[in-house]
DNA sequence: ATATAATGTTTGGTGTATCAAACATTCACA
DNA sequence: TGTGAATGTTTGATACACCAAACATTATAT
């Protein structure tokens, strides 16, 4: 029936996780709040529609609501978690700000595959869970970055704190 | 002269990048050769030389060897250099493989802006300096995303070999 | 020196994505 | 219930990026 796996570009990604989005707020997407959100004008998202109608993504009807299908539900999904992990990472283990990591998560998104964002959310998880790493570690970076060169002092406190903390029992 | 600071294109970029890399090997590109590695048509090459020529990026003349422009040699580098920096995360720290880390690498360059890369620059050079990661805890990351779960005794004896590595003198 | 091969360019066509603006439909409320 | 406002669609245009294939130029090899 709908048209098989055709990769799909960064803009009919987009349109699909906006409207994933907008199903979560409003039960239904319209397509002046598509619009609105990626910042084209309504006769775009009109043309966009179509197409991913066509592609078996949503359900499209001419003048009424938008609701993704299953298929394009779970597209919707991949690119969703995909932002997520990639902004995550950004903010939480680069340390960019909010605004910086959301802009390039928006562009990553469409450029790194399953295999890379999982093997990226493995390694977040590493970090936190390793005892030689954790949530300090993530913190001591912002004395790494914004210095000229590291500090040999605070580079023996934070070990022999890290020491401390998984000498002997855990 | 050359027209000023338009944002380029991922396709225009990827020109870029290749003519530098060409530039370097052969001293000069030529269409052919842009277009074998590109994966295009020599008559599709033509078309985006002629754009680039327009933008002041590089020197060209129907019929002649194309060299980059100051300019344009300055944004091709900064693309290689994001590519590169890109490229020696994924396979470095992430651990993937040459080939997923190029084909993801030659995708995410064209999405990360400047300060993401120096950050991320930083990120790198921390793990490697910082006495509580460095290369046996990226070594480490194998045992961690190739287990179902963590395994507390190697956690201990990795912690114990970081520690009396690290311990009193450094 | 000239035929032929290799290389480069142009032309016409496709598909995508967008805008502007005319047009159509639906909604809301009076 | 009918009318104006809001919303959605269509049309014609631009721009990009590509292909296929005709065409032009340059290089080479004898």
Redesign the pocket.
């Known amino acids: 029936m709908g048209a098989k796996e055709t990769a799909l570009?960064e803009?009919?990604e987009d349109y699909l996780e906006t409207i994933l989005a907008l199903e979560k707020e409003n039960k239904v997407a319209?397509?002046?709040d598509i619009a609105e959100r990626?910042?084209?004008?309504?006769?775009?998202?009109?043309?966009?529609?179509?197409?991913l109608g066509e592609k078996g993504l949503i359900h499209y009807e001419?003048?009424s609501f938008i609701t993704l299908t299953p298929t394009g539900k779970r597209l919707a999904g991949e690119i969703t978690r995909r932002h997520a992990i990639i902004k995550d990472f950004l903010e939480g283990v680069l340390l960019l700000n909010p605004e910086k990591a959301e802009t390039n998560a928006c562009r990553m998104e469409h450029a790194m595959d399953k295999a890379v964002v999982d093997r990226l959310v493995q390694f977040i998880e590493y970090i936190h869970d390793c005892p030689r790493t954790g949530p300090d570690w993530i913190e001591a970076f912002v004395n790494y970055y914004s210095k000229e060169k590291p500090d040999p002092e605070k580079c023996r406190e934070c070990m022999a704190a890290c020491m401390a903390r998984h000498g002997a029992a855990e």
Chains 1, 2 share one sequence.
């Open positions: 570009s803009s009919q319209r397509v002046k990626l910042g084209v004008l309504r006769g775009s998202v009109s043309g966009a529609l179509k197409n001419p003048y």
